[in-house]
């Protein structure tokens, strides 16, 4: 009964004999050691993308250096163009400025010629007036004068004719009849010029 027993125990004992020749080791054991050899596996696509957003950030950074150097740059060129067409701006506005007074001369001086002229004018219309009424006046005295030498020349002919109708004498000319017939002539002669030019004319 006995060995029976014992043969009845016997795997149990066998089993519990290989059960305490087996380590058993706590959960936390084998997560370290399985985290051990996941960890880094599960951080290499971090590690890689990480190295890549620096490298990205580092490229950022490059172009936002070149972005604001450009801007710089850009900045600076145009303040250059914005001085420089400021500047012939002002020179344009001189230009005009100038041009404009230069107009304003020039029309001042045509406006002064005019009057001018128009005054020269006006003044040869007064001379040439003049003229003409002196030479209509002087005509007219020529022909006063004319008329006048041939009314005293007919006069001392018809004087001289009373006179020797009658038969007076003509002693030292007491009369004058010589003296008219002179003066006649002398009238005629001052009037042959201006009767001579107007015939030519």
Do not use: C, W
């Not at 880094?40 to 490298?55: E, K």
């Not at 001086?109 to 006046?137: N, P």
């Not at 007219?140 to 004498?169: C, H, K, P, S």
């Amino acid at each position: 009964m006995e060995r029976q027993a014992d043969a009845g125990q016997t795997p149990y004992r066998f089993a519990d004999t290989n059960n305490s020749g087996r380590r058993t080791y706590p959960v936390i054991i084998h997560v370290a050691v399985l985290s051990t050899f996941l960890i880094p596996i599960a951080f290499l696509p971090y590690i890689a993308a990480r190295r890549q957003i620096v490298s990205l950030r580092r490229k950022v950074n490059m172009l936002e250096k070149d972005i604001q150097l450009f801007k710089g740059s850009v900045t600076t060129a145009a303040s250059h163009q914005a001085s420089i067409a400021n500047v012939e701006l002002s020179r344009l506005r001189e230009t005009g400025l100038h041009a404009m007074n230069r107009t304003s001369e020039l029309q001042g001086q045509i406006s002064r010629q005019e009057a001018d002229r128009a005054a020269t004018d006006e003044e040869m219309r007064t001379g040439l007036r003049q003229l003409l009424d002196e030479t209509q006046h002087s005509r007219t005295q020529t022909a006063t004068l004319r008329a006048l030498g041939m009314t005293l020349a007919d006069i001392a002919a018809f004087m001289q004719e009373v006179e020797l109708n009658f038969g007076l004498g003509q002693r030292n000319d007491q009369r004058g009849i010589e003296r008219m017939r002179l003066l006649a002539l002398r009238m005629q002669s001052l009037s042959q010029p201006e009767d001579h030019t107007t015939q030519v004319g």
